[in-house]
């Protein structure tokens, strides 16, 4: 099965505080729809707010995240599909399409290390 990232947008500044109740049930959900329709996620973390980035560009490091945005990556994971297709199936039904949006990306490889 093919791999892909599954980036999940939230508005900024993507603190799960913000977040309403059914959807965070929702988002506890997911993996068994995804189970459901023949994939695997393999591997997702949630992020901690934007306000808490630390950003470096060149030798430059500052407070905040990367670049002004009005949403932000509040987190991801890593799901295993037949093809595109099938992780675009999965994906459009992870809750934070109803506030934000998701990106599915394929990995040229994965390494998880402990």
Do not use: C
Not at 38 to 54: F, K
């Amino acid at each position: 099965m093919a791999q892909y990232a599954v980036l999940l947008y939230s508005p900024a500044p993507g603190d799960d505080a913000d977040v309403p109740p059914e959807e965070l049930e929702a988002h506890m959900n997911h993996e068994n729809q995804v189970k459901e329709l023949g994939g695997s996620i393999r591997a997702g973390v949630a992020l901690q707010p934007s306000t808490t980035a630390t950003s470096i560009r060149g030798d430059v490091i500052t407070d905040g995240p990367f670049i002004e945005s009005k949403e932000v990556i509040a987190g991801l994971y890593i799901l295993e599909a037949r093809d595109l297709d099938h992780a675009l199936s999965m994906a459009r039904l992870n809750p934070a399409t109803w506030r934000g949006g998701v990106e599915v990306r394929p990995l040229l490889g994965l390494e998880l290390r402990p």
